[in-house]
C-alpha cells in the first residue's frame, strides 16, 4: 500500500505566472542595462541616486524570484504576494503612465497575469487544504 501523499497537479496557469514573472525579470534586467547606457528606464522608478536603484532592483528581483518559487510549490502565501506585487505593479504603471511614461509591455504582463491568477483552476490549486491524515501502523 502507497502512504506517500500525491503531490498536487499544478495547473497550465501557475506555469504561465512563473513565466511572466520571469518575463518581468527580464524586463528589469533589461531596463537596468538602459540606466547603465544613460538611457531613461522604461519600467524602473528614475530615480536620480544609483545606489537607490540598486537596492530597489535586487529587493524586487529577489521578491520575484522567491513568488516564483512558492507558485511552483502551490504555496498559498506566494499566490497572495503575487497579487499583491501585480496590484502595486500595476497602480505604479497607471501612475507612470499618466505622467508621460511608456509601460505599456508592463501593464500587459500584469493584466495577463491576473487573468490567470484569477482562474477558478488556478484559485483552487492555492487553497487551503487541511492536512492528510497521519497514517498509523
Known sequence: MNTRPTQPK???GVYA??????LRVLSISLD???????????TL???DNSSSLVVVIAITIAAILAVCIGLFLLKRWAW???MILIGINLLYGIVYYLNGGQPFVSLL???ISVFYLNQSTVQAAF???PAPPEVTA
Open 127 to 129: 487553497e487551503r487544504r
Open 17 to 22: 505566472i512563473i513565466a511572466l514573472l520571469l
Open 45 to 47: 522608478p528614475d530615480l
Open 109 to 111: 504582463l500584469d493584466v
Open 32 to 42: 537596468l542595462e538602459r540606466i547603465r547606457q544613460g538611457l531613461t528606464p522604461l
Open 10 to 12: 499544478r495547473p497550465f
Open 80 to 82: 497572495i504576494a503575487v
